[in-house]
């Protein structure tokens, strides 16, 4: 079965200020994983690069067997992603939409 995250030496720098460092995962199908940390922990930036939202230094990774930028639109259509810094139009309803 396809693991559902797998990371290897996946590595973002910000500069000269580190992000994540060589980071090995693997998450498989049906496993619940939660990403628990102080802040700078580097917990969004592991997810925001799971997710091709920004690029690695160095190191790859796959989402459902698919490589996260190659195959981006293709994770997209199977992947949600809410930010916790999340803001709406305080205007915007459901009958709006």
Request: glycine residues 10%; contains cysteine; hydrophobic residues 35%.
């Amino acid at each position: 079965m396809t693991a559902a995250i797998e990371t290897e030496k996946l590595t973002k720098y910000y500069g000269r200020s580190r992000g994540i460092i060589d980071i090995d995962l693997t998450v498989e199908s049906g496993q619940i994983f939660g990403f628990l940390g102080p802040n700078g922990a580097g917990k969004s930036t592991t997810i925001r690069l799971l997710l091709d939202l920004i690029r690695p230094s160095s190191g790859h990774a796959r989402v459902l067997g698919l490589d996260v930028h190659r195959d981006r639109l293709a994770i997209d259509r199977r992947v949600s992603y809410v930010p916790g810094e999340l803001s709406l139009y305080s205007e915007l309803t459901v009958a709006s939409c």
